[in-house]
């Protein structure tokens, strides 16, 4: 909760305020319901609260709640480990049981991407290459799980690699699953070619909507084309509050995926 006390020390906010902040920062989403019930009070005023909690940059309204604010990089890794914590780790539980004893596996980058190495220890003759230094760093211990790491600069911020050339990297195996996360998942509408649309019928026929997958950074976009283009079965892991963040650099639609586990 750190992080929520230093961004309001500035601003003259109620402690109810601040509760809210530590909440959305603890779960990254709240609905309106949810949170006027925590407090036992009226829709109207959450929804005047977490105005003025807007106004100030320190929310963002989304779907009929509030969450983080949008900003281009992302969290500390330490908060977000700490965020949704239980959804990650059942989430990484339903993962973790279906990765076959013998196979080559890409991870990704991410805290639930760390939270399946950590569930992979029952596990033998695994080859696991990844730039995920946390799930790296728990693998390296296991003499029946064969880790493979980039060389490049840690950052710090996410705990992972992505510098250098980790495309090329990833692109020397071939994984039977790859495994990655994503900042955010939105749904996109994309006009139809010129040449394939119809005059008939409604011009809302023309237009073509589906769920992508999102980074913050086109490198980290980057790294996990790499990683799904390379693997066989291609696997994305999302928490729920990722439908409700925004972020810019394409991974690619949920579609392309084999399996998305989630709590959405």
């Given at each position: 909760m750190h992080h929520s006390k230093v961004a309001t020390s500035k601003h003259k906010i109620s402690v109810?305020?601040?509760?809210?902040?530590?909440?959305?920062?603890?779960?990254?989403?709240?609905?309106?319901?949810?949170?006027?019930?925590?407090?036992?009070?009226?829709?109207?005023?959450?929804?005047?609260?977490?105005?003025?909690?807007?106004?100030?940059?320190?929310?963002?309204?989304?779907?009929?709640?509030?969450?983080?604010?949008?900003?281009?990089?992302?969290?500390?890794?330490?908060?977000?480990?700490?965020?949704?914590?239980d959804e990650k780790q059942l989430i990484a539980e339903q993962v973790a049981t279906q990765i076959p004893n013998g196979c080559t596996l890409f991870l990704g980058i991410g805290t639930t991407i760390a939270n399946i190495a950590e569930r992979l220890s029952g596990h033998s003759e695994l080859r696991v290459i990844t730039n995920n230094f946390e799930a790296a760093h728990h693998l390296s211990q296991y003499e029946s799980i064969e880790t493979w790491l980039p060389g490049g600069r840690i950052r710090s911020n996410d705990r992972d690699i992505?510098?250098?050339?980790?495309?090329?990297?990833?692109?020397?195996?071939?994984?039977?699953?790859?495994?990655?996360?994503?900042?955010?998942?939105?749904?996109?509408?994309?006009?139809?070619?010129?040449?394939?649309?119809?005059?008939?019928?409604?011009?809302?026929?023309?237009?073509?909507?589906?769920?992508?997958?999102?980074?913050?950074?086109?490198?980290?976009?980057?790294?996990?084309?790499?990683?799904?283009?390379?693997?066989?079965?291609?696997?994305?892991?999302?928490n729920k509050a990722k439908w409700q963040r925004k972020a810019n650099a394409k991974v690619a639609p949920l579609h392309y995926f084999d399996q998305v586990f989630s709590e959405q």
């Open positions: 109810r305020q601040q509760t809210i902040i530590d909440m959305i920062h603890k779960e990254e989403y709240c609905s309106i319901e949810q949170l006027a019930h925590s407090f036992a009070i009226t829709t109207q005023t959450i929804r005047r609260d977490i105005n003025e909690l807007c106004a100030l940059g320190l929310a963002c309204r989304h779907h009929g709640g509030v969450g983080l604010p949008v900003t281009l990089t992302n969290r500390s890794y330490i908060s977000r480990k700490i965020s949704n914590q992505v510098d250098g050339r980790i495309k090329e990297f990833y692109g020397q195996f071939n994984a039977d699953i790859g495994i990655i996360s994503c900042a955010s998942v939105r749904l996109i509408e994309q006009p139809r070619a010129l040449n394939q649309i119809p005059l008939i019928p409604a011009i809302q026929s023309q237009i073509t909507s589906y769920e992508v997958a999102f980074e913050h950074e086109l490198r980290e976009a980057e790294v996990s084309q790499a990683i799904i283009n390379g693997s066989q079965q291609k696997w994305l892991v999302a």
